[in-house]
């Protein structure tokens, strides 16, 4: 992970969620969820899933979730 920043825009991450070691902050969660499916923006973003977080799963590792509360 290192420095790593946000997965869509590169920005480094202090506010947002890692999902499997991906990091996405929050200015493009909040992007993501009022994007419209038939814009440019939606299609980048899951374009970006696909790239960055599917492929994490594709591996089959396993991951231990624990509950973050």
Not at 46 to 51: A, S
Not at 57 to 62: F, N, R, T, V, W
Request: positive net charge; hydrophobic residues 35%.
């Amino acid at each position: 992970m290192g420095n790593q920043g946000c997965i869509f825009c590169g920005k480094p991450l202090n506010n947002g969620i890692i999902i499997l070691g991906k990091k996405i902050c929050k200015d493009c969660i909040i992007k993501i969820k009022f994007a419209k499916p038939d814009s440019v923006f939606y299609e980048y973003y899951r374009e970006c899933i696909k790239r960055e977080i599917t492929k994490e799963i594709i591996k089959g590792e396993e991951f231990i979730w624990t509950d973050c509360h």
